[in-house]
């Protein structure tokens, strides 16, 4: 399966989209953060989930890249 750089870029484009733009609730925590958190209001409950999916950002980007890289020279 031969795909170019363009349609694996807009998939990987769409996807994130997709993930970013879904109005689900994200459950990004883990139960001790959850129960700390029952007592505030509910925004600064949404902004913690948030910021824990900016945390998640950097490692899975980088994973990707490697991936990619690795993929690109394994036949060198």
């Given at each position: 399966?031969n795909?170019?750089w363009?349609?694996?870029?807009?998939l990987v484009?769409?996807?994130?989209?997709?993930?970013?733009?879904a109005?689900?609730?994200?459950?990004?925590?883990?139960?001790?953060?959850?129960?700390?958190?029952?007592?505030?209001?509910?925004?600064?409950?949404r902004?913690?989930?948030i910021g824990?999916?900016v945390?998640?950002?950097?490692?899975?980007s980088?994973?990707?890249?490697?991936?990619?890289?690795?993929?690109?020279y394994?036949?060198?």
């Amino acid at each position: 399966m031969n795909l170019s750089w363009r349609r694996v870029l807009i998939l990987v484009v769409f996807a994130a989209a997709v993930v970013l733009l879904a109005h689900t609730y994200a459950d990004a925590q883990c139960s001790m953060c959850r129960a700390s958190l029952t007592s505030v209001n509910s925004r600064f409950m949404r902004n913690f989930n948030i910021g824990v999916l900016v945390l998640l950002i950097p490692p899975v980007s980088i994973f990707c890249s490697l991936f990619i890289v690795l993929r690109k020279y394994r036949n060198h």
